[in-house]
């Protein structure tokens, strides 16, 4: 990613303007059992499952719905919370970070966001998307409400260790497979 991708997400969040309604990575399960309805199975009355590619089980008990990744590398929707989680840290505390460290946190950020966008139900546009991340990470910074010292050396060592080889390793492996970008599990 270069700097001018990492400048543009930075000059895309401060022309964010303020939302009634944040918009949200959300999953339409009604939606997703509805255009799945014929691989819906039901094992006993009140449940209906499915088993979707990457494969990714999901279940829905009443109204409560359970989502598991079981892909091996990783839920997608977790990784994103996570770099979402970067991102913001590194927002907040930009100084504290290299150039490479900022490109590499947005540029995963920015990756995350396009298979979310890409694999969600339904599918979000470009537009949504950013909006979508733009809400994330206003939320994230204020939840963190970092003072970039001391005290926040836990976010300040996990947005590092997210620009690093083995975590791009890992990211490029979790984005790699299409299926739904669920948030379980997410250790």
Same mark, same amino acid.
């Given at each position: ?10 000059a895309?969040?401060a ?10 990575f ?10 799945e ?9 009140g449940?209906?499952h499915?088993d ?11 109204g409560?719905?359970?989502a ?12 994103l919370?996570?770099?979402t ?12 970070f290299?150039a ?14 396009r ?8 599918a ?6 950013r909006r979508?991340?733009? +809400? #994330?990470?206003?939320? $994230?910074?204020? *939840? =963190?409400a ?5 005290r926040? %050396?836990?976010? /300040?060592?996990f +947005? #590092?260790h997210?620009? $690093?080889?083995? *975590? =791009? ?6 984005f790699? %497979?299409?299926r /739904?970008?669920?948030?379980a599990?997410?250790?």
């Amino acid at each position: 990613m270069s700097r001018l991708s990492a400048a543009c997400l930075v000059a895309t969040l401060a022309a964010c303007p303020a939302l009634a309604e944040p918009p949200g990575f959300t999953i339409d399960y009604d939606l997703l059992f509805e255009r799945e309805a014929d691989a819906v199975q039901h094992p006993s009355p009140g449940v209906a499952h499915l088993d979707l590619p990457g494969p990714v089980i999901v279940e829905r008990r009443g109204g409560r719905v359970r989502a598991e990744d079981q892909s091996g590398w990783g839920a997608a929707g977790c990784a994103l919370e996570r770099l979402t989680t970067a991102a913001a840290t590194v927002l907040s505390c930009p100084d504290l970070f290299s150039a490479e460290q900022r490109d590499r946190v947005a540029g995963q950020l920015l990756r995350g966001v396009r298979f979310y966008a890409e694999n969600t139900v339904p599918a979000m546009d470009a537009a949504e998307a950013r909006r979508a991340m733009q +809400a #994330a990470l206003a939320r $994230e910074r204020a *939840s =963190l409400a970092l003072s970039c010292g001391d005290r926040d %050396a836990a976010p /300040l060592a996990f +947005a #590092a260790h997210i620009a $690093e080889d083995l *975590s =791009l390793r890992r990211f490029e492996r979790i984005f790699e %497979a299409p299926r /739904l970008p669920v948030t379980a599990p997410c250790p």
